[in-house]
Antibody, heavy 114, light 114 residues
Framework: EVQLVESGGGLVKPGGSLRLSCAAS????????MNWVRQAPGKGLEWVSS????????YYADSVKGRFTISRDNAKNSLYLQMNSLRAEDTAVYYC???????WGQGTLVTVSS | DVVMTQSPLSLPVTLGQPASISCRSS???????????LNWFQQRPGQSPRRLIY???NRDSGVPDRFSGSGSGTDFTLKISRVEAEDVGVYYC???????????FGPGTKVDIK
């Protein structure tokens, strides 16, 4: 069965950095594009970033462009999100999701606060 | 950018009765390949989102047949033929036609029991 397990969330001060990971199993990871989607507390879903299967194509929401970097390691079946210059408004649960969002992880909470 | 709207934003329903959620996009969601990339997601309380419907009307594996999707162009509908207690949660539509540059979610419709 497909499994996506996020990790790396936590409490960070404004301006700080954090690296999220998503470990994938149960499918051929290298054949699928992957996404990060976030959800601020009590709010809706917001697409953050996408990466193609071979990392050739990468896209970001305007709200994170220049601060976040998505990457993947197909040999390790892992997806990453490097988050720099974090702001209070980046506080959210971050989900990794496969391809057209057909499978989602359980999410990892990022809290940006002094 | 494409804007997705949903109505109603809150939907109290009676068990066993039908329910209907509308989703509208600011631009046509018909892609150049002829497909319409409009998905529906369910997020139960405390859980990750789950895709229910893809490309307007195709149910994902394991989704009960009381859920159905319809629509075309800019207007779409998710229907639940007979609401059950496990259907409580927030429902989101999402367009993938205009990706890249971005996936866009609707604001969500909260379904609860009267």
């Amino acid at each position: 069965e497909v499994q996506l397990v996020e990790s790396g969330g936590g409490l960070v001060k404004p301006g700080g950095s954090l690296r999220l990971s998503c470990a994938a199993s149960g499918f051929t990871f290298s054949s699928y594009s992957m996404n990060w989607v976030r959800q601020a507390p009590g709010k809706g879903l917001e697409w953050v970033s996408s990466i193609s299967s071979s990392s050739s194509y990468i896209y970001y929401a305007d709200s994170v462009k220049g601060r976040f970097t998505i990457s993947r390691d197909n040999a390790k079946n892992s997806l990453y999100l490097q988050m720099n210059s974090l702001r209070a408004e980046d506080t959210a649960v971050y989900y990794c999701a496969r391809d057209s969002m057909d499978w989602w992880g359980q999410g990892t909470l990022v809290t940006v606060s002094s | 950018d494409v804007v997705m709207t949903q109505s109603p934003l809150s939907l109290p329903v009676t068990l066993g009765q039908p329910a209907s959620i509308s989703c509208r996009s600011s631009q046509s969601l018909v892609y150049s390949d002829g497909n319409t990339y409009l998905n529906w997601f369910q997020q139960r309380p405390g859980q990750s989102p789950r895709r229910l419907i893809y490309k307007v009307s195709n149910r994902d594996s394991g989704v009960p047949d009381r859920f159905s999707g319809s629509g075309s162009g800019t207007d779409f509908t998710l229907k639940i033929s007979r609401v059950e207690a496990e259907d409580v949660g927030v429902y989101y539509c999402m367009q993938g036609t205009h990706w890249p540059p971005s996936f866009t979610f609707g604001p969500g419709t909260k379904v609860d029991i009267k």
